[in-house]
């Protein structure tokens, strides 16, 4: 007994953190702070990108800034041969938007199966389905000319800032931040961990070489997909120290 007591004195775990390392509590129970927080955050990231957008679009065109995205989207350009070209295809299909949902389908059915958890597969879901929302609205809004060089793809979205296959190629780190939690296993850490670094890099080069994105729309594109992330964890931890918080209380003698 005064083992436990020592035990729970020192333990300096945060209560997301111990929420995290418990099975996951029912998703009627945290369903209804889940909604309302990724509301939240997803107005506030939408409202941070509209502004940084128009910024670029507005008070920054025609300086240093425009000026160096200009100078990338022309040098690009200048270093197309078919070599390339075929591989730039390849590599922009990373983060296609029919292959990023087929690929977050199939990961999270798949963490759903050896889990028997909500809360893995929702981290993956959630992360791409709040950057798409984020994107969509901003592009929308924003509508950023493409840049001025000939591209070599279409879309049906005529709007450059920002780069939504830089976005969801980041939100890939969703599937980085479950495994890490869940598996030991050093050699498959290292291979997720490889893969969610290099898919980024690669989408980003070959949507600017492909005449798609300027070099702030991917940068844009990376941070909006990074914060996603975050914010889908920290919402999930903060559901999940909610709950646990709640049928602590609800446990107490009367």
């Known amino acids: 007994?005064?083992?436990?007591?020592?035990?729970?004195?020192?333990?300096?775990?945060?209560?997301?953190?111990?929420?995290?390392?418990?099975?996951?509590?029912?998703?009627?129970?945290?369903?209804?702070?889940?909604?309302?927080?990724?509301?939240?955050?997803?107005?506030?990231?939408?409202a941070?990108?509209?502004?940084?957008g128009f910024l670029l679009t507005g008070p920054l065109a025609g300086t240093a800034?425009?000026?160096?995205d200009n100078d990338v989207a022309t040098w690009l350009v200048d270093q197309r041969t078919p070599m390339l070209n075929d591989w730039s295809h390849m590599g922009g299909n990373l983060a296609?938007?029919?292959?990023?949902?087929?690929?977050?389908?199939?990961i999270a059915g798949i963490m759903l199966l050896v889990w028997r958890s909500w809360r893995e597969p929702f981290i993956v879901a959630a992360a791409l389905v709040l950057e798409a929302s984020v994107f969509i609205t901003t592009t929308w809004i924003v509508s950023r000319p493409r840049p001025n060089v000939e591209r070599l793809d279409s879309s049906p979205v005529d709007s450059s800032f920002?780069?939504?296959?830089?976005?969801?190629?980041?939100?890939?780190?969703?599937?980085a931040v479950v495994v890490f939690q869940r598996v030991r296993n050093r050699i498959a850490r290292v291979i997720v961990l490889v893969v969610v670094i290099a898919v980024p890099i690669i989408v980003a080069w070959a949507r600017m070489y492909r005449g798609m994105h300027y070099l702030?729309?991917?940068?844009?594109?990376?941070?909006?997909?990074?914060?996603?992330?975050?914010?889908?964890?920290?919402?999930?931890?903060?559901?999940?120290a909610h709950a646990l918080a709640k049928s602590a209380r609800h446990s107490l003698p009367q």
């Open 65 to 68: 800034v425009a000026d160096v």
């Open 48 to 52: 941070c990108w509209v502004g940084l």
């Open 1 to 46: 007994m005064a083992q436990v007591a020592a035990d729970s004195q020192f333990d300096t775990r945060t209560p997301a953190k111990v929420a995290e390392e418990r099975p996951a509590p029912p998703l009627r129970a945290v369903a209804g702070p889940l909604a309302v927080e990724l509301l939240a955050a997803y107005i506030l990231l939408t």
């Open 216 to 240: 702030t729309d991917v940068i844009a594109g990376a941070l909006l997909g990074a914060a996603s992330v975050i914010a889908v964890v920290v919402v999930v931890r903060r559901a999940d």
């Open 162 to 175: 920002p780069s939504g296959h830089v976005a969801a190629a980041v939100a890939y780190g969703a599937i």
């Open 96 to 106: 296609e938007t029919l292959v990023k949902i087929i690929v977050t389908a199939v």
